[in-house]
């Protein structure tokens, strides 16, 4: 009786073994570098020109977000405040708090305030943000009373 398999084909399953051998572990040092949050940038925090808190503002003041975050009910996206409305309230509280110096010299020169990024998403993330205002989120899980 003939054969019906070549005899190369008995070195099949050896040569798939060395392969996925030499494969696996590129595969597995590969997620773990780009999984990292060194790679990811999870808690990255830059040092800023303002030390600014929203957790002081929004938190323990009771802020709401649409007061420097104009438009964020109706656009597409949460702006960043001109430093005119900073300078609404800090013109009287805190007036010569060094930390707010960049503000004041913005305010006075007309030259916005240099804010680092810290998010940067690609072109087909979108998120919008006055749908969640619009049903009240203000803050992460938590939903206001009306």
Not at 101 to 112: F, H, I, L, N
């Amino acid at each position: 009786m003939a054969n019906i398999f070549p005899k190369w084909s008995n070195w099949v399953p050896v040569k798939i073994i060395i392969a996925l051998a030499m494969i696996a572990p590129v595969v597995i040092a590969g997620y773990f570098y780009y999984m990292t949050p060194a790679y990811a940038r999870v808690g990255y925090k830059p040092v800023q020109p303002v030390p600014f808190d929203h957790s002081l503002h929004a938190d323990q003041l009771g802020m709401d977000c649409r007061y420097c975050h104009t438009y964020v009910d109706r656009s597409e996206h949460s702006n960043i405040p001109d430093t005119a409305t900073c300078m609404n309230c800090h013109n009287q509280v805190l007036p010569d708090s060094p930390a707010l110096a960049p503000v004041r010299e913005s305010y006075a020169t007309g030259k916005p305030v240099e804010w680092i990024r810290i998010h940067k998403t690609p072109d087909f993330v979108f998120f919008n943000h006055s749908v969640h205002v619009n049903r009240t989120v203000r803050k992460i899980g938590q939903k206001l009373n009306r």
